[in-house]
């Protein structure tokens, strides 16, 4: 797969500033790009790269452009077009169409016949499989489960019973959609379990990373809006409603019945207790704890910066003291 | 399936006020129940939902059922009785007994007639599959697991060499019982392994959520008790010891040899460490850290409140001046 | 398997303090070893089981030998001369070399005939599979992957396009390599996909616990060196690169293009953010959050301690105020 830089400047709407004629095969670092391969510029960090580099050409935004060395595909927005410009280089593989014979395939699922089922698969009663769907190997798709058209399964994925994924959706090895919530009644000091009779929707456009996990909805549906992007490890508890084009990194625990907004960002290892509400375009940083509703857009922190841990625990101690602290601070002021 | 009303308060011991012969065939949430639909009230944050029902029927205390604009079920603890109707209303779906022509049996391993083992499953020699067991699509089954009676695995299930899984236990997909523990010797700068040569053994009735791993031990078995729940991603490492009844939140991690008491409750994304001991009843809220054995029941909780970042940013500095400034206020004091 | 207490003398060079003629064939806990069982002592916090042992002999060290009430194999470092005494008695199991009948091999994959292919495993075009390998049951080898030899997966292990895994490496059950980096480019509010064209290495030795996931990278790969250990549940994203020999315990988050030194201990629970580097031999405690760059090898922790959950809500409330109590203390040190 080649293009001229002419020719992914027209297919991007970019400016070129230098040689149409140069031919683009590779995308690769500002450190590393050599003839051929194409760079860009996204991160202030890596200046001293961009500075340096001897790739073919870069993606670079207006601001940037006149400290490149190198001919540029100028934008506006040099990370999405550099996706843009991936994906043109490096298309996602297609499996052929059709059923591995060591796939085992309910006779009354629905299978469109330009899907691809990979080997080792299980395919159950009722389920339907739409146009171009890739099912990676080693994949078990339960009673009644619906996958819309281009989606793909990369590799031991487990749909649960009855669960709803849109198209193009984009599910990594060991995910998990639709478990059982933990919904649990305590009896007199025996936890017992309380069926879990909803199911989970996934729209449109959806990614989900390695081994994370959506658990069915108690009565109703867990909910995933379209455009959201999910990394591995994540968690997201019964009920749980993620709105459109929100995008939360790795090792995030979602709790039940948390409503969050659309187009909001959530770092990594953070946690949203249940039954709270946060607004669109919230942004919540890495390892913190949101225990209630967030009613404005905005940035939110917690947590406690890194010491050497001698500091540490002297300090710590003290976090153990800060109501008296604060009253003493108090009394010297009343003085 | 379809009930009475007066069926269900002679079923569950609950007070009938209203109809006895109102029919009931699905549980729905005060919001959206209609007719035939039962709703139920178990959280006051939903009290104007309870206002508005138009459910055919509600579960519901004592305490609350003046409120309840429709026939009620009177009862102690609603949630319980919720779960059991839940239960006679959606009963778990049994997989019909035998093996899947796509599994693969050893010869030795012993099946009982009436378990029911998926496709694509894998059971190594010596495993022994009680009565009415569920093995899921694609679980591994390895040698001289043992599973008790009326367990299921619901898919992609992993239980590694020997483990011993109790009666009517209930496992999502991705589980991984029976790893290795993260045993190592530091040897002159390399990590050499050390052989984890117990294994685990789960009790009876537990539940262990989608993607959660348990280790096997060092040297002796890692230990889940009876009725213990287990939510989604959560570590227990070699040589853990959790106490019946205790119920466990997503993304928590209990580390090597903690022993944690009965009738515990530990919110997500928390952490355990190795070592301690944790007594009965305790309970511990999301994301805190236990670096301490815990010697009395009651709460416990770390962490800091999600605050503005700006403000956040502010105050986080702080933290790691709490000493100075609390020598500060002593030296105040002693002016 | 048995040895007798003078060839474990021998074979791990530790000096033999007692009857060189005593049988082992077994290892247990200080409290429960008895007759041709070995024990050892490597905690203090086991000293009063050290006292009590009826074990058949125990490893120690020289500086603990003389409370040994047992015949002692006496070595400057107990726990690694445990480590290999435990490989001697408790070898690994072995499967038969081979390709199981269930399971699916590319034409073109390159299969070292002394290699064990479990049951429903499937193996993709131009991977190559070492001399030794085992590859457990439910395990995916995509396309071109290449797996070192000696190495082991145990079940259910996937490992993407591409990715190369070194000798003698050990992948427990659920383990995912190569998923795609959580690589997104925001468009107009809308999330694009960047193609993750970069792949994974593994070195030699290495040790990845249960559902752990590892990210291939972006443009190069994701890298984790020689003899590193992670343990279960961890997320290492795309282009992080884990020095040699560095250990890490569950649930830890490494972000995207971080580089983590040789020799460092990152505790459980802990994140790593983005594009940072730490140094070698940094150790770094449970749920701490390292968001710059460490220059210095030595210990750092952040978090709060455990409270009873009354006196953390009174504490809690104040860490938003931390600024303002200390602007009130510089005040009332200027008056």
Not at 61 to 87: C, F, G
Not at 251 to 256: D, R, S, W
Not at 266 to 276: E, F, L, T, Y
């Amino acid at each position: 797969m080649s293009y001229t830089l002419g020719e992914l400047a027209e297919l991007t709407n970019a400016e070129l500033r230098g040689d149409p004629s140069r031919s683009i095969s590779a995308i690769a670092t500002l450190n590393n790009a050599g003839p051929n391969q194409l760079s860009f510029f996204t991160n202030s960090r890596y200046r001293q790269e961009l500075l340096n580099t001897t790739a073919e050409a870069v993606v670079i935004s207006y601001q940037e452009v006149d400290a490149s060395p190198v001919d540029a595909l100028v934008v506006d927005n040099p990370r999405a077009i550099y996706a843009q410009i991936a994906k043109l280089l490096y298309p996602e593989p297609q499996a052929s169409a059709g059923c591995h014979p060591s796939a085992t395939v309910s006779d009354d699922a629905t299978i469109d016949p330009t899907a691809s089922i990979g080997a080792n698969c299980f395919i159950d009663r009722g389920a339907s499989i739409g146009a171009g769907v890739q099912i990676g190997p080693g994949s078990v798709i339960s009673k009644g489960v619906v996958v819309g058209a281009a989606s793909r399964l990369v590799a031991n994925v487990t749909l649960c019973d009855g669960v709803c994924i849109g198209e193009r959706v984009l599910l990594h090895p060991g995910v998990v959609i639709g478990g059982d919530g933990f919904g649990l009644a305590n009896n007199n000091g025996v936890w017992e379990k309380v069926p879990q009779i909803g199911s989970v929707t996934v729209g449109d456009d959806v990614e989900i990373g390695a081994n994370t996990t959506v658990d069915r909805g108690a009565l109703e549906d867990t909910v995933i809006e379209e455009g959201v992007k999910l990394d591995n490890l994540i968690q997201v508890a019964h009920n749980a409603h993620i709105g459109a084009h929100t995008a939360i990194a790795a090792c995030t625990g979602i709790a039940g019945s948390a409503k969050i907004g659309k187009r909001c960002t959530i770092a990594g290892a953070a946690v949203v207790v249940g039954h709270i509400e946060i607004v669109d375009d919230v942004h919540i940083s890495c390892m913190s704890v949101v225990t209630k509703s967030i009613r404005h857009p905005g940035s939110y922190s917690s947590g406690s910066p890194l010491q050497e841990s001698g500091e540490w625990r002297k300090n710590a101690v003290r976090m153990k003291q800060l109501d008296a602290m604060a009253r003493k601070i108090k009394a010297l002021e009343d003085r």
